[in-house]
T-cell receptor, first 107, second 115 residues
């Protein structure tokens, strides 16, 4: 049973394209996290949100609590955005992770 | 702050050997998490501590795995005896309390290979 589902699993885009990665979850949550893992392996927290929308540079994250769905958008994508993007939800102190979306942005 | 520090960064060992992974959380963070990442299963939470006390170890695969946090600035994850299926990247992360409301900061990970 997967508490967190991400789509697509893999995504290839041309530089400059607008990208959307989706995350659906089945548990009640206190917060949803978007993580970025670069090819070198390091994991960075991009966003933590419990409602509405957050923006950081070219990245935008939205969440709809009623529909149990979140999206991560990247505007004007760049090759350096190539990474695995992981959605994680926390119902209290536990964490459930999606399997990640592997993004490749081609120059 | 130097961030979450893990050592070693890479570990290669033979089946049956004891392996100890180390983590130093960010100062002031009172939650510490140990994760394992494999291609097959992705990221999995193994165990987490709050104020040095283990809170939930339901993710620990079996008795061969043990974790300790003797003080606020140090934690270990031990595998004894190690098996090839333990090969993975092990991440340590820390956060402020409560973790569901604060972002987690990840260490660089320890890549473990058991031959």
């Amino acid at each position: 049973k997967n508490e967190v589902e991400q789509s697509p699993q893999n995504l290839t885009a041309q530089e400059g394209e607008f990208i959307t990665i989706n995350c659906s979850y089945s548990v009640g949550i206190s917060a949803l996290h978007w993580l970025q893992q670069h090819p070198g392996g390091g994991i960075v927290s991009l966003f933590m949100l419990s409602s509405g929308k957050k923006k950081h540079g070219r990245l935008i994250a939205t969440i709809n609590i009623q529909e149990k769905h979140s999206s991560l958008h990247i505007t004007a994508s760049h090759p350096r955005d190539s990474a695995v993007y992981i959605c994680a939800v926390s119902p209290g102190n536990q964490f459930y992770f999606g399997t990640g979306t592997s993004l490749t942005v081609i120059p | 702050d130097a961030g979450v520090i893990q050592s070693p960064r890479h570990e290669v060992t033979e089946m049956g050997q004891e392996v100890t992974l180390r983590c130093k959380p960010i100062s002031g963070h009172d939650y510490l998490f140990w994760y394992r990442q494999t291609m097959m299963r992705g990221l999995e939470l193994l165990i987490y501590f709050n104020n040095n006390v283990p809170i939930d170890d339901s993710g620990m695969p079996e008795d061969r795995f043990s974790a300790k946090m003797p003080n606020a600035s140090f934690s270990t994850l031990k595998i004894q005896p190690s098996e090839p299926r333990d090969s993975a990247v092990y991440f340590c992360a820390s956060s402020l309390s409560p973790p569901g409301f604060y972002e987690q900061y990840f260490g660089p990970g320890t890549r473990l290979t058991v031959t």
